[in-house]
């Protein structure tokens, strides 16, 4: 009778040791594949954020009102990153970056540790908003592969958000830059400075004007104007509050703008009320010069057939304001790991040129192309940006940064006192 018992004893021993044995196994393999922490996540090694991220939905917010920049994500980039990574990609349109902003702070106030963003597309006033706000994760781009290898870090156009020190919480994604477009048939050779243009503008009354500020292009123009008129940006880039003598500053550049004002379409009565209705005087003829923020917008007009073909574009000799656009995390996003290798897969040489491309997008590159390897370089070089769009070697040596946000507001209500009501 005891022989059995014990027989049974050893058999149940052994069970429970086999069991503890895989229960211990998996265990130690747990150890091994356990998640980082997000407070870990920025000093892993690449290898080990990538295998985290492997498997997870990545929610990607960003403006929704441009086809070409939508069919770019669903159709380039997400295929791509899901076989590259296996991170699944989910872009959430919206109408304006401040509904994501709202939306952070939103989930803030409420303690919302796991939220609904990941990555969003952001710059200017909503990155100073959400870095004052806390809403932004933390000091990521460094660590990102990509940006160690074809990012120029130093750059005052990427290392401050319109005059605000980005610190790494913001990744650039893309650069824009304010270019003249004018048609060649009718002016041959283009006023390409400040006091250029006010001499040509008197010469052919009601052939020029600029969308009315706030509208962002017009702003953009009267910034332009600024720099050329008081002794350059830099002495802009200091804090608004820091600044002395600002009203005595502005007295030429706001003469500038007046002494122009008569010489304009309807003699400066009234102005269009944004970037799109001065592109429409253009393509009618009323007027001979129009303005973008995008060095390819010019083109990709042209190719529609609404721009005629003897378009072209042109910058001031000592420059035009360019900005970047960032790709940032929010501090509550649930899949960081994710969100930094999709960042990272965006900042790709391959990414990025396949963005530049006008059949794709035509969107300018964040890296810098004198990091690219000899093979992407020919690649970027063989893009046929079409004759309207100037070459990209041309634009970065006429890159000026944006100033801080503070100004801008200044001046655009400056503009409505001192312009719009005389």
């Not at 005629?308 to 001031?316: D, K, M």
């Not at 000592?318 to 995390?329: A, V």
Request: hydrophobic share 35%; proline share 6%.
């Amino acid at each position: 009778m005891k022989r059995p018992k014990l027989s049974y004893t050893l058999a149940t021993f052994f069970i429970f040791a086999v069991v503890l044995a895989g229960c211990v196994g998996q265990k130690e393999n747990h150890k091994e594949t356990s998640s980082i922490t997000q407070e870990d996540l920025l000093q892993a090694k690449w290898q080990d954020v990538l295998s985290q991220a492997e498997g997870q939905t990545v929610n990607v917010y960003l403006y929704g009102g441009s086809e070409a920049t939508n069919r770019y994500i669903d159709d380039w980039v997400a295929p791509r990153l899901k076989k590259q990574t296996g991170i699944i990609l989910n872009r959430v349109p919206v109408n304006d970056t401040k509904e994501i902003i709202n939306k952070l702070l939103v989930e803030k106030q409420a303690g919302k540790r796991d939220g609904s963003v990941d990555v969003m597309w952001i710059n200017g006033e909503n990155f100073l908003t959400a870095k004052e706000k806390d809403l932004l994760w933390g000091s990521f781009v460094p660590e990102l592969p990509n940006v160690q290898k074809y990012v120029d870090q130093e750059s005052q156009v990427i290392k401050n958000d319109f005059g605000e020190p980005t610190e790494g919480m913001e990744a650039p994604w893309s650069q824009a830059q304010l270019v003249y477009t004018y048609n060649q048939n009718k002016m041959q050779q283009p006023p390409k400075s400040a006091e250029a243009l006010k001499q040509w503008v008197k010469k052919h009354p009601g052939k020029f004007t600029y969308p009315a500020p706030p509208d962002f292009t017009g702003s953009a123009f009267i910034r332009n104007i600024l720099y050329q008129t008081t002794g350059g940006y830099e002495q802009y880039l200091k804090s608004f509050d820091e600044q002395k003598g600002l009203d005595n500053k502005l007295e030429p550049f706001w003469d500038y703008l007046n002494a122009i004002e008569p010489y304009l379409w309807r003699k400066g009565q009234t102005y269009p009320e944004s970037a799109s209705k001065l592109d429409q005087l253009y393509a009618n003829g009323a007027v001979w010069m129009t303005m973008s923020y995008d060095p390819a917008h010019a083109a990709n007009e042209v190719k529609d057939g609404r721009f005629p073909e003897s378009t072209r574009t042109f910058v001031f000799k000592e420059g035009t304001p360019s900005n970047t656009s960032y790709l940032s995390i929010p501090f509550n996003s649930p899949h960081k790991a994710a969100a930094m290798a999709t960042i990272n897969f965006m900042l790709s040489p391959n990414a990025q040129i396949t963005k530049a491309n006008p059949k794709i997008w035509g969107a300018q590159m964040a890296i810098d192309p004198n990091k690219l390897s000899e093979k992407h370089q020919k690649r970027l070089s063989a893009l046929d940006l079409g004759k309207a769009t100037l070459p990209a070697e041309v634009l970065a040596e006429h890159r000026v940064p944006e100033i801080p946000s503070d100004y801008v507001e200044y001046l655009e209500k400056g503009w409505l006192e001192h312009v719009a009501k005389d």
